[in-house]
């Protein structure tokens, strides 16, 4: 009696195998938050059977780290995480088995087993491809012209901390823009720089109605394809876990 | 393009979804749900459309909805039918209000974005009045008339169900029907009925349907009774209107659980919601006869869940939905049969999975500790709740919680000897008979509490949390009759404990204090005893802007008051006639024509032995008492021991599954 509370029976088994995980957010599951799908990731996680690894303690938490989710809203075909398992297991199979254990549009799209070096590092860069529906193209590669063209271009946000005024322009890397007239349409790729805090698309859209007067007439729908190492010479992003399945594959 | 229904309003809905605050709530595509196709009963040959098409709602916002066992137990039990569909639509925030109605969008199901009105039945599951306004707001958008005399062929069926059901009354003008007690069996009833009436081309249209339904005795439509009313403004008498309408409405009940054992695949919502776990009714109705419980008696008598049923139920539902965490619900978990077996068996599966139990429901005199390490053996331990009810020996007879204060005592002693280190007390204010005395007893317990505590833990830190509330008298209780006590009289009193409990220095950082004000209490008081007149307050409200009235923020007693001196105007009756008036024996109450089998006159002697102080015992385990639902509904108490116990299992999350090996 009196005495400080420890948590009974054995310490957790401990974390044998780490793996990297890409996954896509599509369709409606789009408007699910980075906190949704933790969630939804842990459940899956129990439901597919994987072998996971618990923190310590009164309230032991399966092992899983987030890197750089996308707003709420955008989709994405290149969102990553990691996970810690106290078995060996096969990576092939559990993107199979947590895949068919998730909803359909928060599909898993590649595992491999994590090789040194931190995940968040090599996250430098992403590709968006933003959609607009309503929009000529011309009207739009106008004001990514505009845009591009300045020195800087100021946008504020409001943060938990409260209202921050940050640059865009530098961040964005490239931007080019095609499309159709008829019907209307118009897509808009662009290249933008992981900065703090993080120039997200729809802080550039911010900027295009600030620096060109753009306002479409519906929100565009926004897709991450790819976030990895900004390769500078070949002016591109490039895989993340490349340097995983390198060592995988030998 | 013309509306086809059953079409998806999808495209339309995801422009408006940029703009809302959690639009994942309003996307459906959760884990295990289903979404059927249109036409899936088919058509005759002259090609009558055979389906029968369910929207569920909960009319409360979708992180209080989604978790309803009820809701979730009526979608799969409709699914399951070959010729019927069920979808699921809660009630939209207002920012969501806003643009459906500026964007012309009606209300739609969240699973396949289909129109509430496309629906053959619109069905509403009510587990508190304070619901009301948002039916009346999704009534509006799914653009069905409010008015269940204003609509006709191409609406659909309006009905409610949930324990608020068992008083129809006040929302008798907005329903076409209400379906009382046990809804898994009754639904499929309806859902026969309505397939027999398209089957035959829906001759007689909507008043056919609705007759044929009424003719059962266990479908009560409104529109069949007439209410007249004495000069003095109490009820004379409420008689059916046609021919081959029972008088009396019966309460439906399903006699074993295990042959219900639903949900089989639980919602998992990607959406946080208020429960993020599985549950599982262990079992139904209680027969502890808390004079304050409108569950308890309205869903007598007492059928248990097997063991093994449970063990079943809990193995398939975490397999299929992935939960962490298993509820076991009833009104008082603890009184199982076999609930030390249950526990022991259920946390000896799953040993080692981080996979926690936890009872909601755990009366004083049920507990002990060795039901609660098994909760937290696999688990987190969380605090212990009890709920005495009333502060004082005397009123806790009143109401026949059958608690004394020396098994409150032993059982936190316990606990906290134990390692617990927080204890949640319920209590209630206002109930009859009571003084300020009985409340202000609240504070000398808490003050045992945790004197008795820091002596049998040896610390300073225990807690010790007083949750209170204003009671409100429910129909269908010993209790129906009693005078509410009012707004003001029970902050006042409220007042009086909160001086109490912090008065002290001793104890006053070591007990925290909650309490609910007494107006909202005041609504649901006018809204759970209410009758026919009632329903133009609920409508003035929800004209007058009333919406989520459950909610704090949303919740406003002025509105309430100024709508009911409009509603009530020239009717002689007023809020606290509904409210703070004591009714006699002799006086037709608005729901005495539906059965919930309790004998009227076993109700109230039952009250008159509450004033007199006198205690009933539980007819588990002592001769019945004749409360009257037994023979009434011809029930009979569905009670183990089964003597059987919870074979070990190769569970999911406690290992590898067989082939995710390297």
Not at chain 1, 150 to 160: G, I, L, M, N
């Amino acid at each position: 009696m009196g005495r400080q509370r420890t948590p009974e029976g054995p310490p957790p088994a401990p974390a044998v195998q780490k793996l990297r995980i890409r996954y896509a957010k599509r369709g409606r599951l789009r408007f699910s938050s980075t906190r949704d799908f933790s969630r939804a990731l842990e459940r899956a996680l129990r439901r597919a059977g994987v072998p996971m690894a618990y923190s310590a303690g009164f309230h032991p938490h399966p092992k899983i780290s987030y890197a750089n989710g996308a707003q709420t809203g955008a989709a994405s075909e290149a969102e990553y995480f990691e996970i810690s398992t106290t078995v060996r297991v096969d990576p092939d199979k559990v993107r199979a088995a947590l895949d068919a254990a998730l909803p359909d549009g928060l599909d898993i799209v590649e595992v491999v087993e994590a090789q040194p070096g931190a995940l968040a590092d090599r996250l430098q860069a992403s590709t968006w491809r933003v959609e607009f529906r309503t929009e000529e193209p011309g009207v739009v590669a106008a004001a990514v012209e505009a845009l591009m063209s300045a020195e800087r271009a100021e946008v504020t946000r409001t943060f938990k901390s409260g209202p921050k005024t940050f640059d865009v322009r530098a961040a964005v890397l490239s931007a080019d823009v095609s499309g159709a007239t008829d019907p209307v349409y118009a897509i808009m790729h662009m290249v933008v720089r992981h900065t703090t805090p993080a120039v997200r698309p729809d802080d550039v859209l911010t900027a295009l109605r600030a620096v060109a007067h753009f306002e479409p007439l519906t929100p565009p729908l926004v897709t991450r394809l790819s976030q990895g190492p900004w390769d500078d010479a070949r002016a591109r992003v490039a895989d993340p876990l490349a340097a995983d399945e390198a060592v995988a594959g030998t | 393009m013309p509306h086809q229904p059953g079409a998806s309003y999808f495209a339309d809905l995801e422009p408006l979804l940029e703009q809302v605050s959690k639009p994942i709530q309003y996307v459906g595509g959760e884990l295990n749900s289903t979404v059927k196709d249109w036409h899936v009963g088919g058509h005759a040959a002259n090609g009558d459309d055979l389906t029968v098409r369910w929207a569920l709602m909960y009319p409360d916002a979708y992180e209080v909805g989604l978790p309803n066992q009820g809701t979730q137990i009526l979608y799969e039990v409709i699914n399951e039918c070959d010729n019927a569909l069920a979808e699921r639509t809660y009630s939209v925030w207002p920012d969501m209000e806003a643009l459906l109605r500026e964007h012309d969008l009606p209300q739609v199901t969240v699973d396949a974005h289909r129109a509430v009105g496309d629906f053959d039945v619109f069905g509403l599951s009510f587990s508190t009045e304070l619901g009301y306004t948002n039916m009346l707001t999704a009534l509006d958008l799914a653009g069905i008339p409010l008015h269940a005399a204003d609509r006709d062929e191409s609406h659909p069926l309006v009905v409610a169900g949930g324990h608020a059901a068992f008083n129809p009354e006040t929302i008798a003008d907005f329903i076409d029907m209400a379906i009382i007690g046990d809804g898994e069996q009754a639904v499929l009833g309806v859902t026969d009925l309505i397939a027999a009436w398209k089957a035959e081309g829906r001759p007689g249209g909507r008043t056919e349907i609705l007759a044929r339904l009424a003719a059962t005795g266990g479908v009560y439509v409104p529109a069949f009774f007439d209410v007249d009313y004495l000069p003095d403004g109490r009820i004379q008498r409420v008689s059916p209107n046609r021919g081959g309408v029972p008088w009396r409405t019966s309460k439906h009940t399903v006699t074993d659980l295990d042959e219900w054992p639903y949900p089989k695949t639980p919602l998992v919502p990607l959406a946080e919601t208020v429960h993020e776990r599985m549950s599982v009714e262990i079992f139904r109705g209680c027969t502890r006869g808390c004079r304050f419980c409108q569950a308890g008696m309205i869903t007598r008598p007492v059928r248990e869940r097997s063991i093994t049923g449970i063990g079943e139920m809990v193995e398939a539902g975490l397999a299929a939905s992935g939960f962490e965490e298993v509820g076991l619900l009833s009104l008082s978990s603890a009184d199982h049969s076999e609930i030390a077996e249950m526990t022991k068996g259920l946390a000896d599966r799953y040993e080692g999975t981080n996979t926690g139990l936890s009872l909601p429901s755990t009366r004083v005199d049920a507990f002990n500790i060795d039901l609660a390490n098994e909760l937290t053996r696999n688990g987190r331990r969380s605090g212990l709740t009890f709920a005495p009810e009333g502060g004082s020996e005397r009123i806790r007879k009143v109401i026949n919680k059958m608690v004394t204060e020396e098994d409150l005592i032993n059982t936190v002693a316990a606990a906290y000897g134990a390692g617990w280190r927080q204890v949640k007390l319920y209590f209630m204010c206002g109930l009859p008979t009571e003084t300020d005395e009985d409340v202000l007893q609240i504070a000398d317990l808490a003050k045992r509490v945790i004197e008795t505590g820091r002596q049998v833990s040896g610390r300073r830190d225990i807690r010790c949390t007083v949750s209170i509330g204003g009671f409100v008298p429910k129909p269908h209780t010993p209790f129906q009759w009693a005078a509410q006590l009012g707004a003001e009289e029970t902050d006042a009193r409220l007042a009086k404990l909160r001086d109490a409990i912090r008065s002290d220095k001793r104890y006053g950082s070591s007990i925290g204090f909650r309490y609910h004000d007494g107006e909202p209490g005041v609504v649901e008081g006018l809204l759970s005893r209410g009758d026919r007149r009632v329903g133009r307050v609920i409508e003035e409200v929800w004209r007058d802007g009333g919406r989520f009235d459950g909610w704090s923020e949303h919740f406003s007693y002025e509105r309430w008051m100024a709508a009911a001196e409009r509603g009530l105007a020239g009717t002689g009756v007023d809020v606290a006639w509904y409210t703070t008036r004591e009714r006699e024996q002799s006086e037709v109450l608005p729901w005495d024509h539906i059965d919930s089998g309790l004998d009227k006159d076993w109700l109230w002697e039952d009250w008159q032995e509450a004033l007199a102080g006198g205690e009933v015992e539980d007819c588990r385990w002592t001769p019945c008492f004749d409360c009257g639902v037994c023979p009434q509904m011809g029930t009979s108490i569905e009670i183990g021991p089964t003597g059987k116990t919870l074979l070990p299992l190769s569970v999911v999350g406690g290992g590898p599954r067989p082939g995710l090996e390297a």
